[in-house]
T-cell receptor, first 111, second 116 residues
Framework: QKEVEQNSGPLSVPEGAIASLNCTYSDRGSQSFFWYRQYSGKSPELIMFIYSNGDKEDGRFTAQLNKASQYVSLLIRDSQPSDSATYLCAVKFWSGQNFVFGPGTRLSVLP | DTEVTQTPKHLVMGMTNKKSLKCEQHMGHRAMYWYKQKAKKPPELMFVYSYEKLSINESVPSRFSPECPNSSLLNLHLHALQPEDSALYLC???????????????FGEGSWLTVV
């Protein structure tokens, strides 16, 4: 059984702070890892993907992957109220074409 | 802006109606997906087409019938739906092979379906 876990939140951070979103997965045979942002009433929007251990930075976003611990995180620096959304972690496994999505973490950035 | 286009954006249908959701992508992707999403839940996979062939059917009821006329188009035919089928239906595509970036799924804006 391939599972992806996230804290459902809500996670509240003040404007300008760092928001840290975490995701764990159950299957060591995992290939690629993705973070999507979904605003209420909208479709998921890709933020970034990572498939090598370590950090990957894109603007205010940093994804961190630790395959030994089966853990991937997303850091959002200088959080803005516009970052308030649900963040979905998705894992692509070596076998098959499906992504497995975590339940999502609702982030609220307070002005 | 997403390069996966879905129509219609909103659809209200009765339980005896037949309707279709349509999806088109212009990224040259070879894999296309239908997901269903209920409120406050993650997307749930329904079907995957790879190189125009159905490769995954996640035990979806037969009242949902997918069709992939060509590598750019994906349809979802709806018939005799139930009120509990009301949800956001998301089409997505990916390059369809290889590791890393090739696996990235890009979503369309979705079609909101209400069954009355």
């Amino acid at each position: 059984q391939k599972e992806v876990e996230q804290n459902s939140g809500p996670l509240s951070v003040p404007e300008g702070a760092i928001a840290s979103l975490n995701c764990t997965y159950s299957d060591r045979g995992s290939q690629s890892f993705f973070w999507y942002r979904q605003y209420s009433g909208k479709s998921p929007e890709l933020i970034m993907f990572i498939y090598s251990n370590g950090d990957k930075e894109d603007g205010r976003f940093t994804a961190q992957l630790n395959k030994a611990s089966q853990y991937v995180s997303l850091l959002i620096r200088d959080s803005q109220p516009s970052d308030s959304a649900t963040y979905l972690c998705a894992v692509k496994f070596w076998s098959g074409q499906n992504f497995v999505f975590g339940p999502g973490t609702r982030l609220s950035v307070l002005p | 802006d997403t390069e996966v286009t879905q129509t219609p954006k909103h659809l209200v249908m009765g339980m005896t109606n037949k309707k279709s959701l349509k999806c088109e992508q212009h990224m040259g992707h070879r894999a296309m997906y239908w997901y269903k999403q209920k409120a406050k839940k993650p997307p749930e996979l329904m079907f995957v087409y790879s190189y125009e062939k159905l490769s995954i059917n996640e035990s979806v009821p037969s009242r949902f019938s997918p069709e992939c006329p060509n590598s750019s188009l994906l349809n979802l035919h709806l018939h005799a739906l139930q009120p509990e089928d009301s949800a956001l239906y998301l089409c997505a595509s990916s390059q369809g092979g290889g590791g890393g970036a090739g696996n990235t799924i890009y979503f369309g804006e979705g079609s909101w379906l209400t069954v009355v």
